[in-house]
């Protein structure tokens, strides 16, 4: 059974960098066809994806927020991290880190969420 757990501050300022941590067990973040993913949700919007890392760590970033995203991996703690620059408090939602499988084009695995705050 894989689980994914986010973890990371809870509250951020605003212009500062929010840094999340996913940690991934019951599978390797380096198995074939598996992309490792992280999705927003903003109060009273929908899912938003933010950007993906690949099982050979290629990543891929939604436009609107490629500039500010950066999305890295450590396969020794089998983790992958996102680090969100400049942020507002639009940026503030339940974040959440998920497993994608390409051949199936579908998101199987999700972590609970966190919800990050972003206020002075």
């Known amino acids: 059974q894989v689980q994914l757990q986010e973890s990371g501050p809870g509250l951020v300022k605003p212009s500062q960098t929010l840094s999340l941590t996913c940690t991934v067990s019951g599978g390797s973040i380096t198995t074939n066809d598996y992309y490792w993913a992280w999705i927003r949700q903003p109060p009273g919007k929908g899912l938003e994806r933010i950007g993906s890392?690949?099982?050979?760590?290629?990543?891929s970033y939604t436009p609107s927020l490629k500039s500010r995203t950066s999305i890295s991996r450590d396969t020794s703690k089998n983790q992958f991290t996102l680090q969100l620059s400049s942020v507002t408090p639009e940026d503030t939602a339940v974040y959440y880190c998920?497993?994608?499988?390409?051949?199936?084009?579908?998101?199987?695995?999700w972590g609970q969420g966190t919800q990050v705050t972003v206020s002075s």
């Open positions: 890392i690949t099982y050979s760590g290629s990543t």
């Open positions: 998920a497993r994608y499988i390409g051949r199936d084009r579908m998101y199987d695995y």
